[in-house]
């Protein structure tokens, strides 16, 4: 490898923070870059619906990695740039200052970006969407005890923003326009408990309703239904799913396709640029199919598949998704895909307790475990899935038979 | 500032000064010290940041949490002195340190 290659990275995000201190481990000695539109060090995303709006972290200590890091690396940060075009003839990536950099290797950690809602209202004072930490760090200075919060939208962000707005005081409540919260992540019994922890938290949980205009005269006042029914509101946020950042690769005339297409090296369709992290659809080999992740793990893991692969060192990506949420006192963990389950088996006393697992099934094997306070399930659980023999729903469900039992040895 | 030394699986020792009041997991990521993998951020919900403390540090540090037990007893390897480095904070007390990193964290 010339010393003299250079490496570009876009967009400071998690798997930014993993690629360029991975490749120096695994032997890049050419020039490593690293260019952002935001204004920030790579820093942990999940945090911003939990312990930073809470307030129990700052920003500082919310930072993957702390600047000194990334200098003994050798990695130069320029932030507050978006990157423009890629020239991918002349290897040549310009940026929207007008900048243009060479590059031999190029990474786009782009990661994805919320997806917007059109009603009348968006743009009033108090109205928030939560992705990035400049979102983050608006909110909490609109955020106050006994201040109102509606929050639009009912899936993992809206409800983790909702804890924590609770813990600071606030009247909180969350609209989500399908028939159920987390309609599209989990079983009905999850979805049931989660509603019903809410509830006892003080989360005005409204399911089948559609917020059509949010109103006010300059800040926001309230929120307007399809049905009718209006919330007061001092702050809205609206957390309902992201898209994907491809702008810049579909200009570039890459393989798109629900994200920037890679294959397992982290490759695009072209040689010379990869894609780590949430703004790919990748192949998953153990549900033999192509996906598109919105988590941490697969950020992590994906970029250091791409840093080897830049290396010279050609390593599969295969990996069990796995994703957390947290959520008062209760934390949820979750291993694997459950789309395409027809059964749901419950361990635990889904119903009064704030503990258990619940095993996504098909054709009497384990596709996935949602887990709440039993980290043993979830570890477990991960394996029993990887193994992918068949199990026997009854022993699941039996509490008193520790799970480890059933793994194969 | 607390000096930690980390010693790989193989037998390789790095010293390195760590700030009181981060965490073992935060100053092996800060430092690049291979075996620490720490995917969920130091929330004690992936133990990809489990190690061994030394003998004669186990008494020295605060027991481990319900939640760190149960995700300890699932780690690859467990054994008495297994911890989850994001959930010990380094103090000025724990200068010297002595913590071994295990051959995998998954
Ligand atoms: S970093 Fe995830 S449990 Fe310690």
Redesign the pocket.
Known sequence: MAAKSRCIIIGASHAAAQLAPTLRQQGWTGSISMISNEYSLPYHRPPLSKDYLAGAKNAEQILIRPAAVYNKCGVGITMGVTAATIDRRNKQLQLEDGMTMDYDKLVLTTGARVRKIDIPGVDLDGVFYLRDLNDAQQIKLSTGANKRAVIIGGGYIGLETASALRKLGMQVTVLEAMPRILQRVTAPEVAAFYARIHKEEGVEIVADVQAISISGDKQVESVQCHNGTEYKADLVIIGVGVIPNTALAEQAGLTIDNGIVVDEYARTSDENILAAGDCTSHYNPIYQRHLRLESVQNALDQATVAASTICGNLKPYSALPWFWSDQYDLKLQIAGLSQGYTDVVVRGDIEGSRSFAAFYMREGKLLAVDAVNRPQDFMVGKRLILQGNQIDPGQLADDNLPLKTLLAS | MPRVTYIQADGQAQEINLEAGSSL?QGAVDNMIDGIV????????????HCYIDADWVDKIEPAGEMETD?LDCVSEPKDNSR????IKVTDSLDGLVVHLPATQF
């Open positions: 997991m720490a995917e969920c951020g130091g929330s004690c919900s992936c133990a990809t940041c995700l989850l480095s994001c959930q």
